[in-house]
């Protein structure tokens, strides 16, 4: 599983832990729903990490907090 992938199942997850629908998150984060569903639906391959930002303080969670998993962890590395 590629870094995108990982990203969008990220804010999948977090959106249903918090029990929040992606619009919600849009509307917290202060960008549009389409600008965000453009990352979960392919659109938008390569979100930058200021925009993963944006979405983590949506979310009231750290970047640190965002990354902080088994999955991240395991990554490959994307370059070589």
Do not use: W
Not at 27 to 52: E, F, H, Q
Request: charged fraction near 25%.
């Amino acid at each position: 599983m590629g870094m995108y992938d990982l990203v969008k199942n990220r804010i999948s997850e977090l959106c249903a832990e918090k029990h929040i629908t992606i619009n919600r998150l849009a509307m917290d984060a202060g960008m549009s729903p389409s600008s965000l569903k453009n990352i979960l639906y392919g659109k938008s391959k390569n979100p930058g990490i200021v925009t993963i930002k944006i979405i983590c303080d949506g979310l009231g969670i750290t970047i640190t907090e965002f990354f902080d998993t088994e999955e991240f962890r395991n990554a490959p590395q994307e370059i070589e």
